[in-house]
């Protein structure tokens, strides 16, 4: 592919292309535009940028100019998202039948899909073996060899790429750090024996670990490690004798006569960070990808890097708009109530996570005149909280907005992964609409719901849609 091949000079002469940078702040989107979208579409509202999406894709295709990228579908699964990223040439990774599902409608074939199953339901695992019927180059990662047997068990007998447990993790929460957690993987000492036991059932094709959300600028060193114990496992299985290897010291101490495994790729994950501070440095895509490659190094002719994004792909082509509609003085501080919470933004709820929030401006006085422009109003400490009844929805806390007024609009930067896919109805409140801007062209991607979506399920409680009207299906 041509684009590839210009992003690769790129990487290698290591220069900032000024129409890509590595990053987009909320400070950078036009106050106008969104202000403009707000009016037309309502708030809580997500927008979402197809062309900051395309510009994301572009740069890791650049930097891992010879590695498959996949995108982590669950970062964001709208239809018009996973469009663009097929388009720019990634492959999709699934965590569920429904992600499957979405990325077969998007138009990914079974070459370009990727299941990886954690303690799959049932249903799932039917639906992915009978999907793997019509396309048979559709690979599911199994991280337990309960997993393997539930897939032969369904007469799967296809593409299988085993998730190791590689002992190292990295993320900027407990929560979403996976890498060293035992849910996750086949641990490291066992994975060898369970890859070359696969081999008796299934096309065994990788080896695959994800260490948890996160690869920050001061991170690498986890990741390093990481990928180095996955290079070693890979030419364990590749070459077991490690007779043209010195540096193999087989890992899994059994190896030494057994047949060597056919691999295609070595997968090590996704977790490229992205700066959610506004101050905080955007991740050196090209070092991490030297870092990656030097510590993978030396991968067998023919076996290629795989690397699983999501995060990087689409959190800074999204914003969240909410509006002010309480501002309450306390003894500590302002509380600034808006109408965009936890059900909208998980995030900062479930895991401290820090979003930027910057005031459009927009609102009126207590007295009922225009508020004046955000750029002549004083910053205030702000605490800004949403109508859920709970104590952890807040946006931000102890936050400089300029002085807020009801009314006013803010938007929620670097909101647009595990956004709208983390939001719920709880308290009842329906989910909030989004737009997709392609070219400047705002569409509705996702309607608001109303209060009769909320209740759908339990006025047709028949299976396969009974008699719902085929509208509501
Ligand atoms: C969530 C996930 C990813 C993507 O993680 P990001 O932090 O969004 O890059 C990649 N691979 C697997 C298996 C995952 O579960």
């Known amino acids: 592919m041509s684009d590839r091949d210009v992003g690769a000079a790129e990487a290698t002469t290591g220069s900032v292309d000024d129409d890509n940078p590595p990053v987009r702040r909320v400070s950078d989107w036009d106050a106008d535009r969104l202000a403009a979208l707000a009016a037309d579409h309502e708030t809580p509202l997500y927008v979402q940028d197809l062309d900051r999406v395309r510009e994301n894709c572009e740069r890791l295709l650049a930097a891992f100019p010879d590695a498959d990228v996949r995108y982590a579908v669950k970062a964001h699964t709208g239809r018009a998202v996973l469009e663009a990223v097929r388009d720019a040439g990634l492959d999709a990774e699934c965590a569920s039948?429904?992600?499957?599902?979405?990325?077969?409608?998007?138009?990914?074939?079974?070459?370009?899909?990727?299941?990886?199953?954690?303690?799959?339901?049932?249903?799932?695992?039917?639906?992915?073996?009978?999907?793997?019927?019509?396309?048979?180059?559709?690979?599911?990662?199994?991280?337990?060899?309960?997993?393997?047997?539930?897939?032969?068990?369904?007469?799967?007998?296809?593409?299988?790429?085993?998730?190791?447990?590689?002992?190292?993790?990295?993320?900027?929460?407990?929560?979403?750090?996976?890498?060293?957690?035992?849910?996750?993987?086949?641990?490291?000492?066992?994975?060898?024996?369970?890859?070359?036991?696969?081999?008796?059932?299934?096309?065994?094709?990788?080896?695959?670990?994800?260490?948890?959300?996160?690869?920050?600028?001061?991170?690498?060193?986890?990741?390093?490690?990481?990928?180095?114990?996955?290079?070693?496992?890979?030419?364990?299985?590749?070459?077991?004798?490690?007779?043209?290897?010195?540096?193999?010291?087989?890992?899994?101490?059994?190896?030494?006569?057994?047949?060597?495994?056919?691999?295609?790729?070595?997968?090590?994950?996704?977790?490229?960070?992205?700066?959610?501070?506004?101050?905080?440095?955007?991740?050196?895509?090209?070092?991490?990808?030297?870092?990656?490659?030097?510590?993978?190094?030396?991968?067998?002719?023919?076996?290629?890097?795989?690397?699983?994004?999501?995060?990087?792909?689409?959190?800074?082509?999204?914003?969240?708009?909410t509006r002010v509609n309480t501002v309450k003085p306390t003894p500590d501080e302002t509380v600034v109530g808006v109408d965009a919470g936890m059900t909208d933004l998980l995030r900062p709820a479930m895991y401290d996570a820090y979003h930027p929030i910057r005031n459009l401006g927009g609102g009126r006085e207590p007295d009922g005149g225009d508020a004046p422009p955000v750029a002549e109003r004083e910053a205030t400490p702000v605490t800004v909280a949403g109508p859920i009844c709970e104590t952890g929805d807040t946006l931000g806390t102890n936050r400089a907005l300029a002085d807020p007024n009801r009314g006013d609009l803010l938007a929620v930067g670097v909101a647009g992964a595990y956004g709208y896919e983390m939001a719920s109805q709880y308290n009842s409140r329906p989910r909030p609409a989004e737009v997709a801007l392609d070219d400047g062209t705002a569409t509705i991607a996702r309607r608001r719901e109303d209060l009769s979506d909320l209740t759908v399920a339990e006025r047709h409680p028949e299976p396969d849609g009974g008699d719902r009207p085929e509208a509501e299906r």
């Open 97 to 321: 039948a429904g992600e499957v599902d979405r990325a077969l409608a998007a138009g990914f074939d079974g070459s370009r899909l990727h299941y990886t199953a954690v303690n799959p339901p049932a249903r799932d695992l039917d639906y992915v073996a009978d999907v793997a019927e019509a396309e048979p180059e559709l690979t599911v990662t199994a991280g337990a060899v309960d997993t393997l047997d539930r897939l032969a068990e369904r007469g799967y007998d296809g593409r299988v790429c085993v998730r190791v447990n590689p002992g190292v993790g990295a993320g900027h929460h407990e929560k979403v750090t996976t890498g060293g957690a035992a849910k996750f993987g086949i641990p490291y000492d066992r994975a060898a024996a369970a890859v070359r036991a696969a081999t008796e059932r299934f096309d065994v094709v990788g080896i695959h670990a994800h260490a948890g959300s996160g690869i920050d600028p001061d991170q690498l060193d986890s990741h390093r490690e990481l990928v180095a114990r996955m290079g070693e496992l890979a030419r364990e299985l590749i070459d077991p004798s490690g007779d043209t290897d010195p540096s193999d010291n087989d890992p899994s101490g059994d190896g030494a006569d057994a047949d060597p495994v056919d691999l295609e790729y070595v997968d090590v994950g996704g977790g490229f960070g992205v700066p959610y501070e506004e101050d905080a440095p955007p991740l050196d895509l090209p070092a991490v990808a030297a870092a990656t490659r030097e510590a993978v190094a030396p991968l067998p002719e023919g076996v290629d890097l795989a690397i699983e994004p999501g995060r990087y792909v689409v959190a800074d082509a999204g914003v969240l708009l």
